[in-house]
Each structure stands twice: as C-alpha cells, then as structure tokens.
C-alpha cells in the first residue's frame, strides 16, 4: 500500500469541522480521536458528530477509540461511517472477537498499543488485525513530545509483521512532524498519524504532502 498520512483534527477548529476536512484533500484518511475522559483524561466527541463529519468529505474516516468498553462501543463507528476502527487493546476485554466483528461489519479492525504496553504477547492477533496502532505518545492530546523510547517497539512490530507475512499497516500516532516522521519511517511505520503539524500549518494539504515526500524518501 505504501505510504499513508492520516491527519487527526484534534487541534482542527471543532466549531468548524467540515471545513477543516475539507482543507486536506489530500489525506488517505481522516483521523477522529474518540475519548471519553475514562480511559484517557479528555473528552472530545462520539458517533453522532462523526457520522455528521462523514457527510462533509469523501476522505475515509479512521476513528481511533480511546474509550473504556470498545467491545460495546466499538460498532456504532462502523455505523456512523467509519472505514476503520481503532480499539485500545488496553480497554478490550475481547480483542480477537471485537476484530472479527468489525471485519464481519466490513470495516477496518485496528488495534492500539500505550507506549508502556508491549507488542509481543499480541504476535498470534496479527493475522486478525488490518492495522496496529503504536502510540507515540501517552494518549489523550495533541501537540505532545515525540517519545523515541517506541522506536525498538515499531522495528520489533514490523518484524513480527514479516515473521508472519501479514499485510497489517504498521501506524504510529503522537508527536509526528517533519523532525520525527523519518524516524518511524525508518522503524518500519508505514502509516502516519499527524495532528498539530498538519493543522497549525499555514497550509495544511500542503504540510500532508510534506510528510508524504519526508516519509517516502526513506527507503
Ligand atoms: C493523541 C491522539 C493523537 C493526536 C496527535 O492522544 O491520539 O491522534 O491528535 O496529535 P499530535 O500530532 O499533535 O501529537
Ligand atoms: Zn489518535
């Protein structure tokens, strides 16, 4: 699949929404951060204004669930036009039946990882997963410090990837900018999560390309 930028509008306007989507025409994907001030310490927004935020891009949506209860949470996204679901594996207390649901619905199924969470219990899950989240961060804002301590977890992840064959995206989320994405890219990542860096940019379709050019120059 190559190189994928997935903008988060966390740090976007959230009074005006649907035009900032529609400022990165250019994304693969947009980015919504679900968080329910439970299993992170903030609160943003839930299915209904995501299903809304559907109707104003053709964009797909990666929603990324930082939610307690994603096995009974997890398909109103689906629902509400998700093409891709992240759960925390931390939260889960089904991953392998939770995939398979999202998958049965048609989207999707991901699965997320805190910096402190390690990636080697969950190798057998991969063939279940579409895509693995690597936090690069702790959960919960935008616009927080890069942590390079998940370096070695991504290079391990992706390893593991090709250990089993598996076509599993390998997306890192958290601090991702022109200093770091290389960095990731190098590691292994393939898929990109960028929040601040994209919508505190003057242009912001053009900073999505930037980081395309700047990830795909690794190789
Ligand atoms: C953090 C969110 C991220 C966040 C990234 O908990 O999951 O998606 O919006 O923002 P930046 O790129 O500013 O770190
Ligand atoms: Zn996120």
């Not at 995939?99 to 899950?125: F, I, N, Q, W």
């Not at 702790?138 to 992840?157: C, N, W, Y």
């Amino acid at each position: 699949m190559g190189i994928q930028i997935t903008p988060s509008i966390l740090n976007a306007d959230f009074a005006a929404l649907g035009d900032e989507v529609a400022r990165i025409p250019n994304a693969d994907w947009v980015h919504v951060d679900v968080m329910d001030n439970h299993f992170v310490p903030n609160l943003t927004f839930g299915p209904t204004m995501v299903e809304a935020l559907r109707a104003r891009t053709d964009v797909p949506l990666d929603a990324h669930l930082m939610i307690d209860d994603p096995d009974r949470e997890a398909m109103a996204y689906v629902e509400a036009g998700c093409s891709s679901v992240t759960f925390h594996v931390e939260a889960a207390a089904a991953p392998v039946r939770l995939a398979r649901e999202l998958r049965s619905h048609g989207a999707r199924a991901s699965m997320a990882l805190k910096p402190a969470t390690p990636v080697e219990p969950y190798e057998d899950l991969l063939p279940e997963l579409d895509m693995l989240l690597l936090m690069t961060v702790e959960p919960g804002f935008g616009g927080q410090k890069f942590l390079d301590l998940v370096l070695p977890k991504i290079k391990q992840a992706r390893a593991l990837m090709d250990k089993h064959g598996v076509e599993t995206w390998l997306q890192v989320d958290g601090g991702i900018s022109l200093d770091t994405i290389e960095r990731c890219a190098e590691a292994g990542a393939d898929v990109f999560v960028a929040g601040s860096a994209v919508f505190s940019a003057d242009d912001p379709d053009a900073m999505v390309g930037a980081l395309r050019r700047a990830a795909e120059s690794v190789g």
